[in-house]
Protein backbone atom coordinates (compact mmCIF):
# COMPACT_ATOMS: atom_id res chain seq x y z
CA UNK A 1 0.00 0.00 0.00
CA UNK A 2 1.83 3.12 -1.22
CA UNK A 3 1.33 6.08 1.12
CA UNK A 4 0.46 8.80 -1.91
CA UNK A 5 -3.17 8.95 -1.90
CA UNK A 6 -3.36 11.12 -4.94
CA UNK A 7 -0.96 11.09 -7.95
CA UNK A 8 -1.00 13.16 -11.69
CA UNK A 9 0.93 13.17 -14.13
CA UNK A 10 0.91 15.54 -16.83
CA UNK A 11 -2.58 15.78 -16.21
CA UNK A 12 -4.59 17.76 -19.15
CA UNK A 13 -7.96 19.13 -19.82
CA UNK A 14 -9.39 20.76 -22.93
CA UNK A 15 -13.15 21.06 -23.31
CA UNK A 16 -14.35 20.54 -26.57
CA UNK A 17 -17.69 22.34 -28.00
CA UNK A 18 -17.93 21.30 -31.65
CA UNK A 19 -15.00 22.49 -33.27
CA UNK A 20 -13.99 24.97 -30.27
CA UNK A 21 -11.11 23.67 -28.09
CA UNK A 22 -10.87 25.37 -24.94
CA UNK A 23 -7.77 23.95 -22.64
CA UNK A 24 -8.12 24.04 -19.55
CA UNK A 25 -5.48 22.26 -17.62
CA UNK A 26 -1.96 21.62 -18.71
CA UNK A 27 0.62 18.97 -17.56
CA UNK A 28 -0.56 19.05 -13.93
CA UNK A 29 1.41 17.09 -11.62
CA UNK A 30 0.30 16.41 -8.51
CA UNK A 31 1.38 14.20 -5.10
CA UNK A 32 -0.99 14.25 -2.48
CA UNK A 33 0.04 11.99 0.69
CA UNK A 34 -3.00 9.82 2.37
CA UNK A 35 -4.10 11.72 4.83
CA UNK A 36 -2.79 15.16 3.72
CA UNK A 37 -5.18 18.32 3.93
CA UNK A 38 -4.24 20.39 0.76
CA UNK A 39 -5.70 23.80 -0.63
CA UNK A 40 -5.73 24.31 -3.82
CA UNK A 41 -5.59 28.09 -4.75
CA UNK A 42 -6.01 29.74 -7.51
CA UNK A 43 -7.76 32.66 -9.63
CA UNK A 44 -11.16 32.01 -11.10
CA UNK A 45 -11.16 29.97 -14.51
CA UNK A 46 -7.81 28.90 -13.25
CA UNK A 47 -9.11 24.82 -13.55
CA UNK A 48 -9.14 24.48 -9.90
CA UNK A 49 -12.79 23.16 -10.01
CA UNK A 50 -12.27 20.88 -13.38
CA UNK A 51 -9.04 19.60 -11.19
CA UNK A 52 -11.45 18.39 -7.89
CA UNK A 53 -13.45 17.09 -10.52
CA UNK A 54 -10.69 14.89 -12.39
CA UNK A 55 -9.64 13.82 -8.78
CA UNK A 56 -12.78 12.80 -7.81
CA UNK A 57 -13.72 11.02 -10.98
CA UNK A 58 -16.53 13.14 -12.07
CA UNK A 59 -14.48 14.11 -15.25
CA UNK A 60 -12.28 12.17 -17.36
CA UNK A 61 -8.76 13.80 -18.19
CA UNK A 62 -7.73 14.43 -21.87
CA UNK A 63 -4.24 13.64 -21.44
CA UNK A 64 -2.14 11.78 -18.38
CA UNK A 65 -2.51 10.13 -15.69
CA UNK A 66 -4.30 10.13 -12.25
CA UNK A 67 -3.71 7.47 -9.70
CA UNK A 68 -5.69 6.77 -6.49
CA UNK A 69 -4.36 4.53 -4.37
CA UNK A 70 -1.58 3.32 -6.39
CA UNK A 71 -4.03 2.60 -9.05
CA UNK A 72 -3.82 4.14 -12.53
CA UNK A 73 -7.74 5.07 -12.82
CA UNK A 74 -7.59 7.15 -16.25
CA UNK A 75 -9.04 4.21 -18.25
CA UNK A 76 -11.45 2.91 -15.57
CA UNK A 77 -15.27 2.02 -16.52
CA UNK A 78 -17.64 4.33 -15.96
CA UNK A 79 -19.00 1.16 -13.08
CA UNK A 80 -15.51 1.38 -12.01
CA UNK A 81 -15.28 5.25 -11.33
CA UNK A 82 -19.09 5.00 -9.93
CA UNK A 83 -17.71 2.37 -7.27
CA UNK A 84 -14.69 4.47 -6.28
CA UNK A 85 -16.81 7.85 -5.60
CA UNK A 86 -19.35 5.56 -3.57
CA UNK A 87 -16.83 4.08 -1.30
CA UNK A 88 -13.30 6.33 -0.98
CA UNK A 89 -14.47 9.67 -2.15
CA UNK A 90 -17.07 12.77 -0.44
CA UNK A 91 -17.81 15.57 -2.42
CA UNK A 92 -18.87 18.93 -0.88
CA UNK A 93 -19.53 21.83 -2.88
CA UNK A 94 -19.83 25.37 -2.87
CA UNK A 95 -23.98 25.16 -3.61
CA UNK A 96 -24.12 22.28 -0.95
CA UNK A 97 -26.28 20.04 -3.68
CA UNK A 98 -28.59 19.05 -1.66
CA UNK A 99 -31.78 17.34 -2.84
CA UNK A 100 -34.41 19.43 -1.96
CA UNK A 101 -37.20 17.06 -2.03
CA UNK A 102 -35.53 15.46 0.73
CA UNK A 103 -35.32 16.03 4.80
CA UNK A 104 -31.11 16.52 5.86
CA UNK A 105 -31.50 13.21 7.23
CA UNK A 106 -32.67 11.22 4.07
CA UNK A 107 -30.67 13.73 1.98
CA UNK A 108 -27.52 11.60 4.34
CA UNK A 109 -29.46 8.25 4.39
CA UNK A 110 -30.14 8.44 0.38
CA UNK A 111 -25.77 8.52 0.16
CA UNK A 112 -25.74 5.45 2.54
CA UNK A 113 -28.63 4.05 0.57
CA UNK A 114 -26.49 4.17 -2.61
CA UNK A 115 -24.01 2.43 -0.84
CA UNK A 116 -26.02 -0.42 0.36
CA UNK A 117 -24.69 0.64 3.77
CA UNK A 118 -27.02 -0.66 6.63
CA UNK A 119 -28.62 2.15 8.35
CA UNK A 120 -26.83 1.20 11.19
CA UNK A 121 -26.92 4.88 12.95
CA UNK A 122 -24.24 5.98 10.42
CA UNK A 123 -26.98 9.07 9.62
CA UNK A 124 -27.32 9.91 13.15
CA UNK A 125 -24.12 10.14 14.21
CA UNK A 126 -22.47 12.78 11.31
CA UNK A 127 -25.79 14.76 12.28
CA UNK A 128 -24.92 14.89 15.46
CA UNK A 129 -21.49 15.80 14.75
CA UNK A 130 -22.20 18.71 12.58
CA UNK A 131 -24.58 19.22 15.71
CA UNK A 132 -27.77 18.89 13.31
CA UNK A 133 -29.63 16.36 15.24
CA UNK A 134 -32.64 18.96 16.03
CA UNK A 135 -32.83 19.91 12.59
CA UNK A 136 -32.76 16.02 11.05
CA UNK A 137 -36.50 16.31 9.48
CA UNK A 138 -35.74 19.81 8.05
CA UNK A 139 -35.87 20.16 4.48
CA UNK A 140 -33.16 22.11 2.99
CA UNK A 141 -34.90 25.03 1.66
CA UNK A 142 -35.91 25.14 5.79
CA UNK A 143 -32.36 25.59 6.83
CA UNK A 144 -30.22 28.33 6.43
CA UNK A 145 -27.17 27.96 4.02
CA UNK A 146 -24.42 27.54 7.09
CA UNK A 147 -26.88 25.17 8.25
CA UNK A 148 -27.26 23.34 4.45
CA UNK A 149 -23.56 22.88 3.98
CA UNK A 150 -23.18 21.24 7.33
CA UNK A 151 -25.41 18.96 6.46
CA UNK A 152 -23.79 18.59 2.98
CA UNK A 153 -20.77 18.16 5.14
CA UNK A 154 -22.52 15.00 7.17
CA UNK A 155 -23.45 13.60 3.25
CA UNK A 156 -19.90 13.52 2.82
CA UNK A 157 -18.24 11.78 5.45
CA UNK A 158 -21.02 9.26 7.07
CA UNK A 159 -19.05 6.87 4.48
CA UNK A 160 -15.53 7.87 6.57
CA UNK A 161 -13.94 8.43 3.03
CA UNK A 162 -10.82 8.14 2.34
CA UNK A 163 -10.68 11.38 0.05
CA UNK A 164 -12.89 14.45 0.54
CA UNK A 165 -13.08 17.07 -1.92
CA UNK A 166 -14.42 20.38 -1.42
CA UNK A 167 -14.91 22.93 -3.55
CA UNK A 168 -15.04 26.29 -2.21
CA UNK A 169 -17.24 24.91 1.06
CA UNK A 170 -17.03 28.56 2.29
CA UNK A 171 -17.87 30.66 -1.02
CA UNK A 172 -21.02 31.52 -0.01
CA UNK A 173 -20.93 31.80 3.53
CA UNK A 174 -20.01 34.79 5.85
CA UNK A 175 -16.93 34.76 7.61
CA UNK A 176 -18.89 33.56 11.27
CA UNK A 177 -20.67 30.14 9.24
CA UNK A 178 -17.61 29.86 7.09
CA UNK A 179 -15.20 29.35 10.26
CA UNK A 180 -17.64 27.08 12.03
CA UNK A 181 -17.52 25.11 8.22
CA UNK A 182 -13.64 25.14 8.59
CA UNK A 183 -13.33 24.46 12.39
CA UNK A 184 -15.81 21.40 11.14
CA UNK A 185 -12.97 20.31 8.43
CA UNK A 186 -10.38 20.52 10.53
CA UNK A 187 -12.20 18.13 13.19
CA UNK A 188 -12.89 15.53 10.53
CA UNK A 189 -8.81 15.73 9.86
CA UNK A 190 -8.32 15.48 12.76
CA UNK A 191 -10.73 12.62 13.98
CA UNK A 192 -10.74 10.35 10.68
CA UNK A 193 -7.32 11.35 8.78
CA UNK A 194 -9.07 11.82 5.08
CA UNK A 195 -7.32 13.04 3.01
CA UNK A 196 -8.34 16.79 2.14
CA UNK A 197 -9.06 18.27 -0.82
CA UNK A 198 -9.79 21.93 -0.70
CA UNK A 199 -10.51 24.17 -3.50
CA UNK A 200 -10.67 27.67 -2.57
CA UNK A 201 -9.63 31.34 -3.18
CA UNK A 202 -9.73 32.20 0.14
CA UNK A 203 -6.22 32.38 2.25
CA UNK A 204 -8.59 31.97 5.45
CA UNK A 205 -9.53 28.75 4.40
CA UNK A 206 -6.46 27.52 2.73
CA UNK A 207 -4.82 28.26 6.05
CA UNK A 208 -6.29 25.70 7.85
CA UNK A 209 -4.34 23.10 5.23
CA UNK A 210 -1.23 21.56 5.83
CA UNK A 211 0.33 22.22 2.31
CA UNK A 212 -1.41 25.09 -0.11
CA UNK A 213 -1.01 24.11 -3.77
CA UNK A 214 -1.72 27.42 -6.71
CA UNK A 215 -3.01 26.75 -9.67
CA UNK A 216 -2.65 29.58 -12.22
CA UNK A 217 -3.86 29.54 -16.09
CA UNK A 218 -4.20 25.48 -15.84
CA UNK A 219 -0.46 25.16 -14.44
CA UNK A 220 0.81 24.30 -10.76
CA UNK A 221 2.78 27.36 -9.92
CA UNK A 222 3.89 26.09 -6.49
CA UNK A 223 3.12 23.04 -4.30
CA UNK B 1 -33.88 5.36 -3.87
CA UNK B 2 -38.12 5.16 -3.89
CA UNK B 3 -38.17 7.38 -0.97
CA UNK B 4 -36.36 10.15 -3.38
CA UNK B 5 -38.84 9.00 -6.46
CA UNK B 6 -41.73 9.24 -3.87
CA UNK B 7 -40.72 13.00 -2.65
CA UNK B 8 -40.12 13.60 -5.80
CA UNK B 9 -43.56 12.86 -7.27
CA UNK B 10 -44.85 14.81 -3.91
CA UNK B 11 -43.17 17.50 -4.76
CA UNK B 12 -44.67 18.14 -7.84
CA UNK B 13 -48.03 17.61 -6.65
CA UNK B 14 -50.25 18.93 -9.97
CA UNK B 15 -47.78 17.25 -12.63
CA UNK B 16 -47.86 14.14 -10.85
CA UNK B 17 -51.88 14.70 -10.05
CA UNK B 18 -52.37 15.18 -14.12
CA UNK B 19 -50.18 12.67 -15.05
CA UNK B 20 -51.81 9.72 -12.42
CA UNK B 21 -55.10 11.29 -14.10
CA UNK B 22 -53.76 10.49 -17.45
CA UNK B 23 -52.82 6.71 -16.85
CA UNK B 24 -55.91 6.65 -15.05
CA UNK B 25 -58.65 7.41 -17.75
CA UNK B 26 -56.53 5.74 -20.63
CA UNK B 27 -56.63 2.66 -17.84
CA UNK B 28 -60.43 3.54 -17.63
CA UNK B 29 -61.08 3.70 -21.14
CA UNK B 30 -59.26 0.68 -21.91
CA UNK B 31 -61.37 -1.22 -19.44
CA UNK B 32 -64.63 0.18 -20.49
CA UNK B 33 -64.49 0.01 -23.84
CA UNK B 34 -63.32 -3.64 -23.70
CA UNK B 35 -66.15 -4.33 -20.84
CA UNK B 36 -68.60 -2.66 -23.01
CA UNK B 37 -68.19 -4.39 -25.90
CA UNK B 38 -67.25 -7.83 -24.76
CA UNK B 39 -70.01 -7.37 -21.62
CA UNK B 40 -72.67 -7.03 -24.00
CA UNK B 41 -72.02 -10.00 -26.13
CA UNK B 42 -70.84 -12.16 -23.68
CA UNK B 43 -74.47 -11.28 -21.91
CA UNK B 44 -76.15 -11.84 -24.86
CA UNK B 45 -74.37 -15.04 -25.32
CA UNK B 46 -74.74 -16.03 -21.37
CA UNK B 47 -78.20 -15.54 -21.85
CA UNK B 48 -78.38 -17.71 -24.91
CA UNK B 49 -76.75 -20.49 -23.14
CA UNK B 50 -78.87 -20.06 -20.08
CA UNK B 51 -81.45 -22.17 -21.68
CA UNK B 52 -81.80 -25.60 -20.69
CA UNK B 53 -80.72 -27.00 -24.15
CA UNK B 54 -77.24 -27.92 -26.00
CA UNK B 55 -78.41 -27.35 -29.49
CA UNK B 56 -79.96 -24.83 -31.55
CA UNK B 57 -81.73 -25.78 -35.07
CA UNK B 58 -81.78 -22.80 -37.01
CA UNK B 59 -82.52 -21.84 -41.05
CA UNK B 60 -78.88 -21.80 -42.65
CA UNK B 61 -79.64 -18.69 -43.52
CA UNK B 62 -80.42 -17.15 -40.35
CA UNK B 63 -77.97 -14.46 -38.65
CA UNK B 64 -77.60 -15.45 -35.36
CA UNK B 65 -75.86 -11.61 -34.70
CA UNK B 66 -79.09 -9.77 -35.70
CA UNK B 67 -81.96 -12.62 -34.68
CA UNK B 68 -83.32 -12.61 -37.89
CA UNK B 69 -83.87 -14.58 -41.39
CA UNK B 70 -85.16 -17.69 -41.97
CA UNK B 71 -87.99 -19.80 -40.91
CA UNK B 72 -88.81 -23.24 -39.96
CA UNK B 73 -91.71 -25.77 -39.81
CA UNK B 74 -92.98 -26.82 -36.82
CA UNK B 75 -93.74 -29.96 -38.20
CA UNK B 76 -90.22 -30.43 -38.43
CA UNK B 77 -90.25 -31.54 -34.41
CA UNK B 78 -91.41 -34.92 -35.08
CA UNK B 79 -88.55 -35.32 -37.16
CA UNK B 80 -86.27 -34.08 -35.00
CA UNK B 81 -87.11 -36.09 -32.01
CA UNK B 82 -86.61 -39.55 -33.87
CA UNK B 83 -82.68 -38.66 -34.62
CA UNK B 84 -80.77 -41.43 -32.94
CA UNK B 85 -77.44 -41.92 -31.26
CA UNK B 86 -76.13 -45.75 -31.21
CA UNK B 87 -79.89 -46.69 -31.91
CA UNK B 88 -81.05 -44.54 -28.92
CA UNK B 89 -83.67 -41.45 -29.01
CA UNK B 90 -81.24 -38.62 -28.78
CA UNK B 91 -83.59 -36.00 -28.51
CA UNK B 92 -85.65 -35.36 -25.50
CA UNK B 93 -87.19 -32.06 -26.06
CA UNK B 94 -87.78 -29.61 -29.08
CA UNK B 95 -88.37 -25.67 -28.48
CA UNK B 96 -89.41 -23.53 -30.91
CA UNK B 97 -88.97 -19.84 -30.55
CA UNK B 98 -90.84 -17.32 -32.91
CA UNK B 99 -88.86 -14.00 -32.79
CA UNK B 100 -90.62 -10.58 -32.94
CA UNK B 101 -89.22 -6.99 -32.20
CA UNK B 102 -91.10 -4.28 -30.51
CA UNK B 103 -89.92 -1.60 -28.31
CA UNK B 104 -89.39 -1.20 -25.08
CA UNK B 105 -87.52 1.06 -22.20
CA UNK B 106 -86.87 2.95 -24.90
CA UNK B 107 -85.28 0.22 -27.25
CA UNK B 108 -86.14 -2.13 -29.71
CA UNK B 109 -86.01 -5.51 -28.12
CA UNK B 110 -86.10 -9.20 -29.52
CA UNK B 111 -89.47 -11.00 -28.30
CA UNK B 112 -89.33 -14.67 -27.84
CA UNK B 113 -92.27 -16.27 -28.64
CA UNK B 114 -92.59 -19.32 -26.70
CA UNK B 115 -94.79 -22.17 -25.27
CA UNK B 116 -96.10 -21.98 -21.99
CA UNK B 117 -94.91 -25.44 -21.14
CA UNK B 118 -91.23 -24.47 -22.55
CA UNK B 119 -90.97 -21.35 -20.37
CA UNK B 120 -89.34 -23.69 -17.54
CA UNK B 121 -86.75 -24.66 -19.66
CA UNK B 122 -86.22 -21.00 -20.51
CA UNK B 123 -85.76 -19.89 -17.16
CA UNK B 124 -84.43 -21.89 -15.18
CA UNK B 125 -83.16 -21.95 -11.77
CA UNK B 126 -84.55 -19.04 -11.93
CA UNK B 127 -87.67 -17.52 -11.00
CA UNK B 128 -90.99 -15.39 -11.74
CA UNK B 129 -90.57 -12.73 -9.18
CA UNK B 130 -93.75 -10.56 -10.24
CA UNK B 131 -97.17 -11.94 -11.61
CA UNK B 132 -97.32 -15.15 -13.43
CA UNK B 133 -97.01 -17.26 -16.33
CA UNK B 134 -99.36 -16.36 -19.78
CA UNK B 135 -101.80 -18.47 -21.44
CA UNK B 136 -101.72 -18.33 -24.85
CA UNK B 137 -105.10 -20.29 -26.02
CA UNK B 138 -107.27 -17.54 -25.37
CA UNK B 139 -105.17 -14.87 -26.06
CA UNK B 140 -103.90 -16.20 -29.49
CA UNK B 141 -107.81 -17.54 -30.86
CA UNK B 142 -109.10 -14.25 -30.16
CA UNK B 143 -105.86 -12.55 -32.14
CA UNK B 144 -106.19 -14.93 -35.00
CA UNK B 145 -110.29 -14.54 -35.05
CA UNK B 146 -109.98 -10.52 -35.37
CA UNK B 147 -107.30 -11.14 -37.80
CA UNK B 148 -109.89 -13.40 -40.09
CA UNK B 149 -112.43 -11.41 -39.50
CA UNK B 150 -111.22 -8.01 -40.34
CA UNK B 151 -107.85 -8.82 -42.01
CA UNK B 152 -105.81 -5.92 -39.59
CA UNK B 153 -104.64 -5.69 -36.38
CA UNK B 154 -105.18 -2.51 -35.79
CA UNK B 155 -108.20 -2.43 -33.56
CA UNK B 156 -107.11 -1.04 -30.42
CA UNK B 157 -110.28 -0.65 -28.71
CA UNK B 158 -110.34 -4.51 -28.27
CA UNK B 159 -109.69 -5.75 -24.68
CA UNK B 160 -107.42 -8.90 -26.58
CA UNK B 161 -103.94 -7.64 -25.78
CA UNK B 162 -100.53 -9.96 -26.16
CA UNK B 163 -99.18 -10.74 -22.66
CA UNK B 164 -95.34 -10.56 -21.73
CA UNK B 165 -92.93 -11.73 -19.48
CA UNK B 166 -90.08 -9.30 -18.92
CA UNK B 167 -87.03 -9.37 -17.27
CA UNK B 168 -85.96 -7.47 -14.53
CA UNK B 169 -83.17 -5.42 -16.09
CA UNK B 170 -85.75 -4.30 -18.08
CA UNK B 171 -88.18 -3.99 -15.95
CA UNK B 172 -86.17 -1.66 -13.77
CA UNK B 173 -84.79 -0.18 -17.50
CA UNK B 174 -88.56 1.16 -18.58
CA UNK B 175 -90.15 1.09 -15.00
CA UNK B 176 -92.41 -1.56 -15.93
CA UNK B 177 -94.48 -4.12 -13.80
CA UNK B 178 -97.26 -6.21 -13.62
CA UNK B 179 -100.05 -4.49 -15.80
CA UNK B 180 -97.78 -2.26 -17.54
CA UNK B 181 -99.03 -1.62 -20.83
CA UNK B 182 -97.14 -1.65 -24.37
CA UNK B 183 -97.62 -2.00 -28.12
CA UNK B 184 -96.73 -4.14 -29.96
CA UNK B 185 -97.03 -2.98 -33.62
CA UNK B 186 -100.62 -1.34 -33.73
CA UNK B 187 -101.50 -4.20 -30.80
CA UNK B 188 -101.64 -4.19 -27.26
CA UNK B 189 -99.77 -5.52 -24.68
CA UNK B 190 -99.83 -5.68 -21.20
CA UNK B 191 -96.79 -7.16 -18.76
CA UNK B 192 -98.27 -10.10 -17.00
CA UNK B 193 -94.80 -11.64 -15.27
CA UNK B 194 -90.91 -10.13 -14.30
CA UNK B 195 -88.88 -13.29 -14.09
CA UNK B 196 -85.08 -12.37 -13.04
CA UNK B 197 -82.41 -11.44 -15.07
CA UNK B 198 -80.17 -13.83 -17.23
CA UNK B 199 -83.12 -15.27 -19.57
CA UNK B 200 -82.30 -16.16 -22.92
CA UNK B 201 -84.74 -13.38 -24.21
CA UNK B 202 -85.53 -10.35 -22.08
CA UNK B 203 -89.30 -10.70 -23.14
CA UNK B 204 -91.08 -13.25 -24.03
CA UNK B 205 -94.98 -14.10 -24.89
CA UNK B 206 -96.81 -16.81 -25.87
CA UNK B 207 -95.56 -18.20 -29.77
CA UNK B 208 -99.37 -18.33 -30.79
CA UNK B 209 -99.80 -14.92 -30.13
CA UNK B 210 -96.59 -13.53 -31.45
CA UNK B 211 -97.23 -15.40 -34.45
CA UNK B 212 -100.54 -14.40 -35.09
CA UNK B 213 -99.55 -10.82 -33.87
CA UNK B 214 -97.32 -10.97 -36.80
CA UNK B 215 -100.58 -12.01 -39.05
CA UNK B 216 -98.70 -15.42 -39.30
CA UNK B 217 -101.31 -18.54 -39.24
CA UNK B 218 -99.11 -21.54 -40.04
CA UNK B 219 -97.14 -23.27 -37.62
CA UNK B 220 -93.14 -21.92 -38.11
CA UNK B 221 -90.51 -20.93 -35.67
CA UNK B 222 -87.33 -19.00 -36.29
CA UNK B 223 -85.41 -21.49 -33.98
CA UNK B 224 -85.78 -24.68 -32.29
CA UNK B 225 -84.06 -25.47 -29.05
CA UNK B 226 -83.18 -29.11 -28.55
CA UNK B 227 -82.72 -31.08 -25.15
CA UNK B 228 -80.71 -33.66 -25.82
CA UNK B 229 -81.53 -37.22 -23.85
CA UNK B 230 -79.06 -37.80 -21.12
CA UNK B 231 -75.70 -36.38 -20.35
CA UNK B 232 -74.16 -36.46 -23.85
CA UNK B 233 -70.19 -35.75 -24.26
CA UNK B 234 -69.37 -32.71 -26.50
CA UNK B 235 -68.41 -35.03 -29.01
CA UNK B 236 -71.44 -37.08 -29.07
CA UNK B 237 -73.37 -33.52 -29.38
CA UNK B 238 -71.68 -32.41 -32.20
CA UNK B 239 -72.02 -35.94 -34.03
CA UNK B 240 -76.48 -35.30 -32.83
CA UNK B 241 -75.83 -31.88 -34.74
CA UNK B 242 -74.62 -33.74 -37.83
CA UNK B 243 -77.23 -35.99 -37.65
CA UNK B 244 -80.09 -33.37 -37.14
CA UNK B 245 -78.59 -31.40 -39.83
CA UNK B 246 -78.54 -34.67 -42.17
CA UNK B 247 -82.37 -35.17 -40.68
CA UNK B 248 -83.84 -31.54 -41.46
CA UNK B 249 -81.17 -29.82 -44.21
CA UNK B 250 -80.90 -27.29 -41.15
CA UNK B 251 -78.12 -25.72 -39.33
CA UNK B 252 -77.59 -27.29 -36.30
CA UNK B 253 -74.99 -25.68 -33.73
CA UNK B 254 -73.78 -26.29 -29.99
CA UNK B 255 -75.53 -23.55 -27.85
CA UNK B 256 -72.12 -23.09 -26.16
CA UNK B 257 -70.80 -22.36 -29.30
CA UNK B 258 -73.09 -19.04 -29.48
CA UNK B 259 -70.91 -16.72 -27.94
CA UNK B 260 -68.10 -17.69 -30.62
CA UNK B 261 -70.21 -17.10 -33.33
CA UNK B 262 -71.65 -14.05 -31.85
CA UNK B 263 -67.81 -12.77 -31.62
CA UNK B 264 -67.11 -13.90 -34.82
CA UNK B 265 -70.08 -11.72 -36.71
CA UNK B 266 -68.91 -8.40 -35.19
CA UNK B 267 -65.31 -9.19 -35.71
CA UNK B 268 -65.14 -5.65 -36.76
CA UNK B 269 -66.76 -4.06 -33.97
CA UNK B 270 -63.87 -5.87 -31.29
CA UNK B 271 -61.22 -4.89 -33.76
CA UNK B 272 -62.11 -1.28 -33.84
CA UNK B 273 -62.46 -1.72 -29.88
CA UNK B 274 -59.11 -3.06 -29.65
CA UNK B 275 -57.83 -0.19 -32.33
CA UNK B 276 -59.10 2.65 -30.23
CA UNK B 277 -57.95 1.12 -26.74
CA UNK B 278 -54.67 0.83 -28.34
CA UNK B 279 -54.46 4.24 -29.42
CA UNK B 280 -55.53 5.34 -26.27
CA UNK B 281 -53.02 3.41 -24.41
CA UNK B 282 -50.34 5.07 -26.84
CA UNK B 283 -51.69 8.65 -25.85
CA UNK B 284 -51.09 7.80 -22.17
CA UNK B 285 -48.02 6.63 -22.29
CA UNK B 286 -46.93 9.44 -24.51
CA UNK B 287 -48.09 12.00 -21.94
CA UNK B 288 -45.92 9.66 -19.20
CA UNK B 289 -42.61 9.69 -21.62
CA UNK B 290 -42.86 13.58 -21.77
CA UNK B 291 -44.05 13.81 -18.28
CA UNK B 292 -41.06 11.93 -17.11
CA UNK B 293 -39.13 13.65 -19.52
CA UNK B 294 -39.46 16.85 -18.76
CA UNK B 295 -38.83 15.61 -14.69
CA UNK B 296 -35.66 14.61 -15.67
CA UNK B 297 -34.68 17.71 -17.67
CA UNK B 298 -35.62 19.76 -15.09
CA UNK B 299 -33.18 17.34 -12.61
CA UNK B 300 -30.20 17.33 -13.78
CA UNK B 301 -28.53 18.60 -11.02
CA UNK B 302 -30.79 16.13 -8.64
CA UNK B 303 -29.18 13.31 -11.33
CA UNK B 304 -25.45 14.26 -11.21
CA UNK B 305 -25.94 14.86 -7.31
CA UNK B 306 -26.63 10.97 -7.12
CA UNK B 307 -23.76 10.15 -9.64
CA UNK B 308 -21.09 12.45 -7.46
CA UNK B 309 -22.33 9.90 -4.09
CA UNK B 310 -21.51 6.93 -6.56
CA UNK B 311 -24.57 5.85 -7.78
CA UNK B 312 -24.25 4.09 -11.01
CA UNK B 313 -26.17 4.24 -14.41
CA UNK B 314 -28.25 1.30 -13.75
CA UNK B 315 -29.33 3.12 -10.55
CA UNK B 316 -29.92 6.06 -11.77
CA UNK B 317 -31.87 4.38 -14.84
CA UNK B 318 -33.95 2.38 -12.14
CA UNK B 319 -34.51 5.96 -10.58
CA UNK B 320 -36.05 7.20 -13.44
CA UNK B 321 -38.30 4.06 -13.83
CA UNK B 322 -39.20 4.33 -9.88
CA UNK B 323 -41.10 7.28 -10.85
CA UNK B 324 -42.88 6.17 -13.97
CA UNK B 325 -43.49 3.35 -12.31
CA UNK B 326 -44.94 4.97 -9.48
CA UNK B 327 -47.12 7.56 -11.74
CA UNK B 328 -48.55 4.24 -13.45
CA UNK B 329 -49.30 2.31 -10.17
CA UNK B 330 -51.38 4.80 -8.79
CA UNK B 331 -52.71 5.82 -11.98
CA UNK B 332 -53.84 2.02 -13.08
CA UNK B 333 -55.11 1.56 -9.27
CA UNK B 334 -57.14 5.15 -9.61
CA UNK B 335 -58.41 4.21 -13.65
CA UNK B 336 -59.64 0.33 -12.19
CA UNK B 337 -62.00 2.62 -9.45
CA UNK B 338 -62.55 4.68 -11.84
CA UNK B 339 -64.04 1.56 -14.29
CA UNK B 340 -66.10 0.44 -11.53
CA UNK B 341 -67.48 3.55 -10.76
CA UNK B 342 -68.22 4.47 -15.01
CA UNK B 343 -69.80 1.15 -14.78
CA UNK B 344 -71.90 1.94 -12.25
CA UNK B 345 -73.19 5.45 -14.00
CA UNK B 346 -73.44 3.31 -17.90
CA UNK B 347 -75.53 0.53 -15.99
CA UNK B 348 -77.82 3.02 -13.76
CA UNK B 349 -77.98 5.52 -16.54
CA UNK B 350 -78.72 2.52 -19.37
CA UNK B 351 -79.69 -0.39 -17.51
CA UNK B 352 -79.75 -2.33 -20.07
CA UNK B 353 -76.09 -2.29 -21.17
CA UNK B 354 -73.62 -4.33 -19.75
CA UNK B 355 -69.99 -3.56 -18.80
CA UNK B 356 -68.16 -6.59 -17.56
CA UNK B 357 -65.05 -6.86 -15.59
CA UNK B 358 -63.34 -9.65 -15.79
CA UNK B 359 -60.01 -10.12 -12.95
CA UNK B 360 -58.26 -11.01 -16.00
CA UNK B 361 -58.80 -7.49 -17.47
CA UNK B 362 -58.10 -5.81 -14.45
CA UNK B 363 -54.59 -7.97 -14.35
CA UNK B 364 -53.79 -7.26 -17.60
CA UNK B 365 -54.56 -3.38 -17.23
CA UNK B 366 -51.98 -3.76 -14.15
CA UNK B 367 -49.74 -5.23 -16.40
CA UNK B 368 -50.33 -3.06 -19.71
CA UNK B 369 -49.94 0.13 -16.81
CA UNK B 370 -46.86 -1.13 -15.13
CA UNK B 371 -45.29 -2.61 -18.79
CA UNK B 372 -46.04 0.97 -20.11
CA UNK B 373 -44.64 2.90 -17.45
CA UNK B 374 -41.37 1.26 -17.37
CA UNK B 375 -41.30 1.39 -21.45
CA UNK B 376 -42.11 4.61 -21.53
CA UNK B 377 -39.20 6.34 -18.57
CA UNK B 378 -36.65 4.45 -20.78
CA UNK B 379 -35.86 7.14 -23.09
CA UNK B 380 -36.06 9.43 -20.63
CA UNK B 381 -33.70 7.50 -18.43
CA UNK B 382 -31.09 7.45 -21.52
CA UNK B 383 -31.32 10.97 -21.83
CA UNK B 384 -30.84 11.57 -17.66
CA UNK B 385 -27.50 9.20 -18.26
CA UNK B 386 -26.41 11.48 -21.21
CA UNK B 387 -26.42 14.49 -19.13
CA UNK B 388 -22.72 16.12 -18.01
CA UNK B 389 -22.75 16.09 -14.24
CA UNK B 390 -19.97 18.65 -13.53
CA UNK B 391 -22.04 21.27 -15.82
CA UNK B 392 -25.46 20.27 -14.03
CA UNK B 393 -23.29 20.36 -10.75
CA UNK B 394 -21.91 23.85 -11.91
CA UNK B 395 -24.90 25.80 -12.71
CA UNK B 396 -28.38 26.58 -11.60
Known amino acids: ?6 QTENLCKTFRNGRLATPVLFDVNL ?9 IMGPSGCGKSTLMHILGLMLSASGGRIRLDGRDMSQASPAERARWRRERIGFVFQRFNLLATLSAHDNIAL ?24 RARYKPGQLSIGQQQRIAIARAVVHRPAILLADEPTGNLDSAHARLILDLFGRIHRQDHPTIVLITHSPEAAGYAERIVELKDGRIHHG | MLRLAWANLLHHKIRTALSVLAVAIAITLLLILVGLAHGTLNDVSRRMESVEAQILVRDAYFDLGSLSGGKLWEKEIPRLLEVKLDQQPAVERVMPVFLGRM ?13 PQDFPYFIGSRRLVDGGLFTDADSARELLDRFEQAGTMGDTTSPAYMPLIVDQRLAAAG ?4 GSA ?17 VAGRVFAPINTLRAANGVAVQTAHLFFVKAAGRLSTDQLLALCERIEQATARSATLVADYGRIMKGNFRTLILFVDLVSLIALVICFLFILVTIYTSVLERCREIAILQSLGATRRRILLQTVQEALLLCVAG ?6 LTFAVRYGIETARPLMTVEIRASWLLGATAVGIGGGILSSLYPGYVALRHDPVEALSFE
Open chain 1, 31 to 39: EIRAGEFVA
Open chain 2, 175 to 178: DLHV
Open chain 2, 103 to 115: KLAGQSQNVFGIA
Open chain 2, 332 to 337: TLLGIG
Open chain 1, 1 to 6: MTDIRI
Open chain 1, 111 to 134: AEQIRRNPPDGQVDRVLAAVGMTD
Open chain 2, 182 to 198: ARYGDLDARVVGIVQTG
